[in-house]
């Protein structure tokens, strides 16, 4: 069983996910279908946080972009129902998700 304090972190992490890889990550994929005040919020975090790898076009980003645009970015609609319900199933997807995050924050 997990413990309560971090379920609760692991469930803020995975809801907070949700708008970030919709309002910034996925730009990298698909920047010319948003709207300008996400391009916008887009570009102020490549300057503030000066983030060089998200701001270029590198295919091997290209490729972590559309892994996460198939497999995780559904992943965390899944992982919150399975996390606010106490469900056990998540638990195999969940090591999965967390194989592949590593390897591509590696």
């Given amino acids: 069983m997990m413990n309560e304090f971090i ?4 469930l803020a992490y995975f809801i907070t996910h949700i708008p970030i890889t919709l309002c ?3 730009q990298g994929v698909f920047h ?4 300008t005040v996400l391009k916008e919020l887009y ?11 998200m701001g270029g076009a590198q295919p091997w980003l290209q490729s972590f ?11 965390f609609f899944v992982v919150v129902y399975g996390l ?4 056990n199933c ?4 969940s090591i999965a998700y967390g194989a592949h ?3 591509t924050v590696l």
Avoid: G, M
């Fill in 90 to 93: 998540i638990r195999i997807p």
């Fill in 101 to 103: 995050v590593s390897t």
């Fill in 32 to 35: 010319e279908h948003y709207p």
């Fill in 7 to 10: 379920r609760i972190a692991f």
């Fill in 65 to 75: 972009l559309y892994a996460e645009l198939l497999f995780q970015f559904p992943f």
């Fill in 84 to 87: 606010t319900y106490r469900k």
């Fill in 43 to 53: 570009q102020w975090y490549l300057v503030e946080f000066n983030d060089v790898v």
């Fill in 24 to 26: 910034i990550d996925l």
